[in-house]
């Protein structure tokens, strides 16, 4: 997070999106200090899809200088209200939904940040056209390897046994600059047993990823040394992931409402 003063939640009226985002504030920040963390340890990314243009201006406004986007389409409509704010940097805007290849292009053009890299065809494939657009080092495109730690069919990410050498082969190609791990977690509400046992399992995907970035990051391999970051926790586990070591949340329902439309993650 920024080092602003953030607004209580008091100031704000319930129903906007400035104070929904002040609640979701003191979440991470009531999280962090829980875990014995600093508040500012853990990032919010805000999670647009199916927002309008306007609402994520909105968010923008309330000090949001991270969001995320799950489909090219969006991501490509929404890039020209968000431009200024990201070529002067004060904006950074992830691809967190699944990429087909032949979208690369877009999302090179509208996003600074890739965070669902799953295999290394589409990790070459991206390399390859960083390097003849010239983005290579400082200006390599910031990429996080997915893994799906449940290993639900329905959910997309590497399998977490492939995930080490899926980030160190990443890791060592000119085009991207492998900044850290990605997962979804397991759905609380679809867990069945005891009360708690839930919760164990989606702590326990979380604790898999960390796994993963510490063994990376330990390696010492070529270009892993700026995988630090663990995207993981939304609205429902926020609280969870910060407890495993999330260094990114990505919060959607509690900052905009419940979505009208439905989308698949
Ligand atoms: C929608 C989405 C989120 C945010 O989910 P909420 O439950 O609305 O907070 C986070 N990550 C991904 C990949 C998503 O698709």
Redesign the pocket.
């Known amino acids: 997070m920024s080092d602003h003063p953030q607004p209580t939640p008091a100031q704000h009226s319930p129903g906007t999106v400035a104070g929904r985002l002040a609640v979701v504030r003191e979440r991470i920040a009531t999280a962090a200090d829980a875990a014995g963390r600093r508040p500012d340890e853990v990032r919010l990314l805000v999670?647009t899809?199916t927002q309008t243009a306007d609402a994520v201006l909105e968010a923008l406004a309330a000090g949001v200088d991270l969001i995320?986007e799950?489909r090219v389409q969006e991501l490509v409509a929404k890039a020209p209200a968000v431009a200024d704010r990201v070529a002067d940097g004060a904006l950074q805007v992830h691809m967190?939904?699944h990429l087909q290849r032949n979208k690369i292009n877009q999302v090179l053009a509208t996003a600074t940040g890739l965070e669902t890299l799953d295999s290394l065809e589409l990790a070459r494939a991206i390399s390859d056209r960083c390097v003849r657009d010239d983005r290579t080092g400082d200006r390599a495109l910031d990429v996080m390897v997915q893994v799906n730690v449940t290993g639900e069919e329905s959910k997309s990410g590497i399998e977490p046994q492939d995930a080490a050498a899926l980030a160190t082969a990443v890791a060592a190609l000119p085009g991207l600059r492998l900044t850290g791990f990605m997962t979804?977690g397991a759905r609380l509400t679809a867990a069945e047993g005891p009360a708690g046992e839930a919760e164990q399992t989606v702590r326990a995907g979380f604790a898999r990823l960390r796994a993963i970035r510490d063994e990376v990051l330990a390696s010492g391999a070529p270009g892993t040394a700026s995988a630090t970051e663990l995207s993981m926790g939304?609205?429902?586990d926020l609280e969870l992931a910060i407890a495993e070591g999330a260094t990114i949340v990505?919060?959607?329902?509690?900052v905009f409402g419940p979505?009208v439309t439905a989308t698949t993650?």
């Not at 990505?250 to 509690?254: D, E, K, S």
């Open positions: 999670a899809k995320g799950n967190i939904g979804i939304m609205t429902g990505r919060v959607g329902t509690a979505r993650l």
